[in-house]
């Protein structure tokens, strides 16, 4: 029998079977930052995290140490005084790169994957795009052109909360439904290029997001963002343009 398969579906099959794996995404790329966080401190209760990374402890955190380097992994976890939750940031330059880390939640916990360029003075803190892991969803959303835009971030301010306003922001967004065991470690592989953000979690894509504040031309730093606490390791980078 005969059956009709529609030209979609035949591009959907094509487009699986042409995807490009993880390990094919970092090969074509440039290794040009990785830690696997193997050190301590020069003496205890000192946050020093080293290799080129810095925090907001100083600022938000009245200097309490936030994050910590315990056998070969960074943790991070808000500080009771602190006024905002824990950014580790990280100078790099790329225009599209592919980001890869273990990451270890608590129930509760998420960590957001941020690039950023402070450089551009029409949006907030120069936030650009992120991916945000929780245990239940990722979500990718693009912060240039949506909530870190400093004209929609004053509307917002301001208590607006019009139909307008809100379509805007959720077109900025997208969340994918995720089921993670809690004090579990997961490798995340974040990839930006273009303007699609993929995300992956133990080789298997999660979802992909496309909105031009992705497609911003330079990133110059990514920063870990961390609500209450998480745990990281062997952090990877590789610039792809």
């Known amino acids: 029998m005969l059956r009709y398969i529609s030209a979609s579906a035949l591009l959907l099959v094509a487009t699986v079977a042409n995807a490009e794996t993880p390990q094919e995404i970092k090969a074509r790329g440039t290794l040009i930052f990785q830690d696997d966080f193997e050190r301590d401190e020069s003496k205890p209760g000192k946050e020093e995290i080293g290799n080129g990374w810095t925090s907001n402890s100083p600022w938000r955190a009245k200097g309490n140490q936030q994050v910590d380097l315990v056998n070969g992994v960074m943790t991070a976890e808000r500080h009771k005084v602190a006024d905002h939750g824990v950014a580790i940031f990280q100078k790099l330059d790329f225009q599209d790169a592919a980001v890869e880390?273990?990451?270890?939640?608590?129930?509760?916990?998420?960590?957001?994957?941020?690039?950023?360029?402070?450089?551009?003075?029409?949006?907030?803190?120069?936030?650009?795009?992120?991916?945000?892991?929780?245990?239940?969803?990722?979500?990718?959303?693009?912060?240039?052109?949506?909530?870190?835009?400093?004209?929609?971030?004053?509307?917002?301010?301001?208590?607006?909360?019009?139909?307008?306003?809100?379509?805007?922001?959720?077109?900025?967004?997208?969340?994918?439904?995720?089921?993670?065991?809690?004090?579990?470690?997961?490798?995340?592989?974040?990839?930006?290029?273009?303007d699609k953000m993929s995300t992956y979690l133990d080789g298997n894509l999660v979802g992909e997001f496309s909105s031009e504040g992705i497609a911003h031309p330079t990133k110059r730093m990514i920063t870990l963002a961390v609500a209450k606490k998480a745990a990281v390791d062997d952090v990877k980078v590789w610039r792809l343009k």
């Open 101 to 194: 880390m273990k990451v270890k939640l608590g129930k509760g916990d998420n960590l957001g994957l941020d690039f950023v360029d402070r450089e551009v003075k029409t949006i907030h803190a120069g936030h650009l795009c992120m991916a945000r892991v929780a245990l239940d969803q990722m979500t990718i959303m693009d912060s240039k052109t949506g909530h870190m835009n400093k004209e929609i971030r004053e509307r917002r301010q301001a208590g607006e909360k019009s139909p307008e306003l809100t379509k805007l922001l959720n077109s900025k967004k997208k969340n994918f439904k995720l089921n993670l065991k809690p004090d579990t470690w997961y490798t995340m592989l974040v990839v930006v290029e273009g």
